[in-house]
């Protein structure tokens, strides 16, 4: 199956991502994860951030999670990008697809700036980052929605994953 995070820059995605493989792999080895910026480091260096590269990128991570899920592995993939068109090849070309929006306002994640990236936008020093200049489509119909806005420690929220993933929940009570 593939669990598909998505929201803006600075939500919580790898950190939710660590919080499960951390909890489920013991009792999943099957469990990968796909983590954006680790997929850019590795197969996607040639793309840079524009909107058109991000479509690429997010292809090439849906290609790969598809791959990868064909074969009985779980895959957890942590992205950026939500366009909607997108999430919906998911949804029609992913089997056994759970699709989870980590729900951040745009000034509490500018807050966080981990990567410095909304710093470096609001000082005109880069450009075609996702909420700022490039616009941010929030899941239409996500199977699951996570407010990460702080008020909830990450560890809950990883018990809201396995709790709503009935493959996951079984697996973690087996």
Request: glycine share 6%.
């Amino acid at each position: 199956m593939v669990i598909w995070l998505t929201g803006l820059s600075g939500a919580g995605k790898t950190t939710l991502c660590t919080e499960l493989v951390t909890r489920l792999k013991p009792r999943l080895p099957q469990l990968v994860v796909l983590d954006g910026d680790a997929i850019r480091a590795s197969i996607s260096g040639d793309l840079g951030y524009t909107e058109a590269d991000r479509v690429i990128q997010i292809g090439r991570v849906q290609r790969l999670a598809r791959m990868l899920s064909t074969q009985d592995l779980v895959v957890l993939v942590a992205v950026v990008y939500a366009n909607p068109e997108l999430l919906a090849w998911n949804r029609q070309h992913i089997p056994d697809y759970f699709e989870v929006y980590l729900r951040a306002p745009l000034a509490t994640v500018t807050t966080r700036d981990a990567k410095g990236i909304y710093g470096r936008a609001a000082r005109g020093e880069t450009s075609n980052v996702v909420g700022v200049d490039i616009p941010w489509h929030e899941p239409v119909a996500p199977d699951l929605v996570l407010d990460t806005d702080g008020r909830r420690p990450v560890s809950d929220l990883a018990d809201d994953v396995i709790a709503a993933v009935p493959s996951i929940r079984d697996a973690v009570k087996a």
